[in-house]
């Protein structure tokens, strides 16, 4: 089984953690996109969000008409609800933003398998990288962060990696944490 597939685990974590959770639970969010396989995935399963984040909610999308008029139906009349088609990886997409409660919601939609969308190896990436790195890692992406960095590039120039800041935390998927630990956190005990 995947980590982060079902959202129970936000209920036993922080404040905003727990926040996020009851807007999941009491939107009926992910109840409505279940045949789409949703996962939560960015900042906020890992602790790194700051004020003004948003929940990120991908889902595996192969009929983007039907998952439109879905959106639409179930939360077009929701505040500041707008839906684009993008291009992505190569894939024709969704991206629908609104907010519920006290949250921003971004729900993006394409056909690849959420287990296999980036947004989620990112943030398996990242998760492992923070338990690597300790609280002295989490501090120094965080205050990259809050200088106005994206998550991906926080990371990045926290490891020293260079190109891509995307592509290059896909790349440390395969190590091991042996590697990574040696590579990136051989003071860290």
């Given at each position: 089984?995947?980590?982060?597939?079902?959202?129970?685990?936000?209920?036993?974590?922080?404040?905003?953690?727990?926040?996020?959770?009851?807007?999941?639970?009491?939107?009926?969010?992910?109840?409505?996109?279940?045949?789409?396989?949703?996962?939560?995935?960015?900042?906020?399963?890992?602790?790194?969000?700051?004020?003004?984040?948003?929940?990120?909610?991908?889902?595996?999308?192969?009929?983007?008409?039907?998952?439109?008029?879905?959106?639409?139906?179930?939360?077009?009349?929701?505040?500041?609800?707008?839906?684009?088609?993008?291009?992505?990886?190569?894939?024709?997409?969704?991206?629908?933003?609104?907010t519920t409660g006290s949250w921003p919601?971004?729900?993006?939609?394409?056909?690849?398998?959420?287990?296999?969308?980036?947004?989620?190896?990112?943030?398996?990436?990242?998760?492992?990288?923070?338990?690597?790195?300790?609280?002295?890692?989490?501090?120094?992406?965080?205050?990259?962060?809050?200088?106005?960095?994206?998550?991906?590039?926080?990371?990045?120039?926290?490891?020293?990696?260079?190109?891509?800041?995307?592509?290059?935390?896909?790349?440390?998927?395969?190590?091991?944490?042996?590697?990574?630990?040696?590579?990136?956190?051989?003071?860290?005990?």
């Amino acid at each position: 089984m995947f980590p982060f597939q079902h959202v129970e685990y936000l209920q036993h974590g922080t404040a905003v953690q727990q926040s996020a959770y009851h807007i999941l639970l009491n939107s009926n969010l992910l109840h409505v996109l279940r045949p789409y396989q949703p996962l939560l995935v960015g900042t906020v399963p890992i602790g790194l969000q700051l004020p003004g984040s948003d929940l990120d909610i991908i889902c595996e999308v192969h009929d983007l008409g039907a998952f439109e008029s879905l959106l639409r139906q179930y939360f077009g009349h929701y505040p500041d609800f707008s839906l684009r088609r993008i291009q992505r990886q190569g894939h024709a997409c969704i991206v629908a933003a609104f907010t519920t409660g006290s949250w921003p919601v971004e729900v993006f939609g394409q056909p690849v398998p959420s287990t296999q969308q980036h947004g989620y190896r990112h943030l398996l990436i990242e998760h492992r990288l923070l338990m690597l790195g300790g609280d002295a890692f989490r501090a120094q992406v965080q205050a990259r962060r809050a200088a106005g960095l994206k998550t991906e590039p926080a990371f990045a120039i926290s490891l020293g990696l260079v190109g891509d800041p995307y592509a290059a935390l896909l790349a440390l998927e395969a190590c091991s944490d042996a590697e990574l630990r040696a590579r990136y956190f051989r003071n860290t005990v």
